[in-house]
């Protein structure tokens, strides 16, 4: 199966979610994200990243516009949405009758790129293989680990090609050869396919190490955009994080950050 590549831009522009009448994100702008690369979303508990991906997912009602090239996402009905944007929640369903593989099938079947059923089986065994789990296709998803679970959510995304990629800390559940064999795989993706990848994290050293640009969000609002070197600074992590710290390149030329305190 053949993806087409997607070269159109994702804006963001004065972008406003709330739950009821509790404002969580408001009149939000951001640098627009280029086709082919990923993005980490990083920043406190509560700071509203789950919140924001959900409403760039289409998932939450949000006012502003969302725009990938000229196409205004919010004004699309949810197939049209869903067949754009992916998204992979941070709490993945537990009871599921169904396994891996048929899994992969029913996500394949819905997505816009489905192709004939030889070319979905053919998809869902390649995504499974390149994910390292293709010996969990027989296998039902409520007999996994967490973490073969979370992989098994991510294969589905992944398989179903969207041109925008938001996974919602999909390495929570996973050891560490794991979340690094899972964000080079994003990032191959991205590159490959034009896919905008945007990756919520907590593990600031794994977003420097994997993505070309860190979005921190404090209280619903961009605190620091820019590459890891720009976004990733001991007075950004004073203030949005309350933390003494000192961030340092390592003999490779990644950031690094050691917390020597909590303010
Ligand atoms: N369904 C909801 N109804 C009302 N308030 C909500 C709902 N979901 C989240 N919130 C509130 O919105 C704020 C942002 O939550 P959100 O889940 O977006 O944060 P987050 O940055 O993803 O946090 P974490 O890192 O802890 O997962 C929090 O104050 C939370 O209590």
Known sequence: ??????????????????????????????????PGSVSALVGPNAAGKTTLLRGLA???????AVRLGKTELLSLSSPEYSGIVGYMPQSLPQRVALTVYEAMLTALKTSRRAGSATDIRRTAMATLERLGIADLAMRGLDELSGGQRQLASLA???ARAPAVLL???PTS????AHQHRVMGTVRQIAHERGTICIVVLHDIALACRWCERVVVLSKGAIAADGTPEAAVTPQMLATVYGVDARVE????????????ATL
């Open 1 to 34: 199966m053949t993806y087409p590549v997607n070269t159109q831009s994702l804006a963001v522009e004065g972008l406003g979610i709330s739950y009821g009448k509790r404002a969580i994100i408001t009149n939000l702008s951001t640098a627009p994200f280029a």
């Open 58 to 64: 289409g998932l939450l009602r949000a006012q502003g």
């Open 156 to 158: 589905q995304a992944i």
């Open 167 to 169: 996974l919602d800390e």
């Open 173 to 176: 559940a996973l050891d560490l």
């Open 249 to 260: 390149r390592c003999s490779r030329g990644f950031v690094q950050v050691m917390v020597d």
